[in-house]
Structure formats: structure tokens, C-alpha cells
């Protein structure tokens, strides 16, 4: 394989993993990630006192990764850590989806402005 077929094929690579991104729902759309620098994604740390068992666990968890922009979530106990990106979701939304799940939710920590302790209730 000569050198330009290789750079072609890596090009056909990178396009088709940037179109399955979009796919998923991690950015709007395939020209937008092929054209655009893509957002930092920020963090949240979320206390959730309510969430003391596995079933709260994971209602919470299954209500946080439907939406859309968010990248990952972990629980840890009685809270979440939640990564995503703030050109498709924002801190207040992500807490409104936990209390549609049926649990109260505070920002302990916003990993942008570092203040903890803000309530989303």
C-alpha cells in the first residue's frame, strides 16, 4: 500500500468514526464534528441523598444516560459524577431529570466554577 492510500484510508477511518459519534448522540451532527473544534465537556459531582439502594442506583443511572450530551456517569454513594457537554445539556437539567426519576438532587461540585454546595431544588 502506498503512502497515499494509507492517509486516504485513515481519512475514511476517521469519518466513519466521527459519523458513528453523531450517531450516538455525542455531538449534533457528522458535518458539525468534522468542521468544528468539539466542546471541553464539563463535570458535575450531584448529591443524591435519596439514592440508598440498588434500585435507586440504578433508576438514577438509566435517567442520566438517556440524555442527550451526556458523556459518562458514575455513582458513588449517594451521588454521581457526571461528565457532559454543555453545548447540548446544562447542570440544571441534568438535576431536573434526577428529580423526574423520583430523587432529590443538589450540585456538590461544579468541576467550571469549582463552587460546591449549590442547590438545585
Known sequence: MSLAQSIK???????LVQLKRAASGRCESPIATMKTEQPHPEELDLAIPDMDSETAELAVKASLER???????????????????????????????????????????????????????
Request: charged share 25%.
Open 67 to 121: 440524555l442527550p450530551g451526556m458523556i459518562t456517569v458514575r455513582l458513588v454513594e449517594r451521588g454521581a459524577f457526571a461528565r457532559y457537554n454543555p453545548n447540548v445539556i446544562n447542570k440544571d437539567q441534568i438535576c431536573i431529570a434526577v428529580r423526574q426519576a423520583g430523587y432529590r438532587a443538589s450540585i456538590f461540585q461544579d468541576s467550571k466554577s469549582g463552587k460546591t454546595g449549590l442547590s438545585s431544588q
Open 9 to 15: 484510508t485513515a481519512e475514511r477511518y476517521e469519518n
